[in-house]
């Protein structure tokens, strides 16, 4: 069975900081993507990285995928009030369909 | 851009009686799927439909049932209702099935079996 641990579960930052958050699997993905959902709503995809080694960019978050392509970071500079939310990683790799999500990690970030 | 619409949005249900939630897509997508989420363990499939006329079951399909109704919509039907499946239910849908698609999501439906 495959399974993406993220760490941490939770994060309270100051407005300014910086921060990782991780995703973290014993099996091999083909893909993982990065979710991010506010509360009452759905998962909003933020990226898809595909290729071990891989680093996107989205203005202050950076996205890496492990060269093994069993894990994956994502870094936010300067985090500000709107980055707030739960942060979803996801892996494909079953022969589509069934995209693995974690449990997250909820990052609060106060002005 | 209404992209996928879910109703209700909330529910209270009485153990054994049954429901069922409507999902439906504008985007012409192929393939739709429903997920629960439970604090702690994230997203977990139910069910996914890879295009019109088919479905499979996902990791924890037990105690649910599906209907591709059409190419937009697709509805999960809870026959009895227990208080395990407490939760909130998100439905999806993707261009394809293929690993880097990416998905689209409802708002969810936030259900709870007293």
């Known amino acids: 069975t495959q399974l993406l641990e993220q760490s941490p579960q939770f994060l309270s930052i100051q407005e300014g900081e910086n921060l990782t958050v991780y995703c973290n699997s014993s099996s091999v993905f083909s893909s993982l993507q990065w979710y991010r959902q506010e509360p009452g709503e759905g998962p909003v995809l933020l990226v898809t990285?595909?290729?071990?080694?891989e680093v996107k960019k989205l203005k202050r978050l950076t996205f890496q995928f492990g060269d093994a392509r069993k894990d994956s970071s994502l870094h936010i500079t300067a985090a500000q009030p709107g980055d707030t939310g739960l942060y979803l990683c996801?892996?494909?790799?079953?022969?589509?369909?069934?995209?693995?999500f974690g449990a997250g990690t909820r990052l609060f970030v106060k002005a | 851009n209404a992209g996928v619409t879910q109703t209700p949005k909330f529910q209270v249900l009485k153990t054994g009686q049954s429901m069922t939630l409507q999902c439906a897509q504008d985007?012409?997508?192929?393939?739709m799927y429903w997920y629960r989420q439970d604090p702690g363990m994230g997203l977990r499939l139910i069910y996914y439909s890879a295009s019109e006329g088919t479905t499979d079951k996902g990791e924890v399909p037990n105690g649910y049932n599906v209907s591709r109704l059409n190419k937009r919509e697709f509805s999960l039907r809870l026959e009895s209702a227990a208080p395990s499946q407490t939760s909130v239910y998100f439905c999806?849908?993707?261009?394809?099935?293929?690993?880097?698609?990416?998905?689209?999501f409802g708002s969810g439906t936030q259900l709870s079996v007293l």
């Open positions: 990285v595909v290729t071990g080694g």
């Open positions: 999806a849908s993707s261009r394809t099935g293929g690993d880097n698609e990416k998905l689209f």
């Open positions: 996801a892996g494909a790799g079953g022969g589509g369909f069934k995209t693995i």
């Open positions: 985007m012409n997508h192929n393939s």
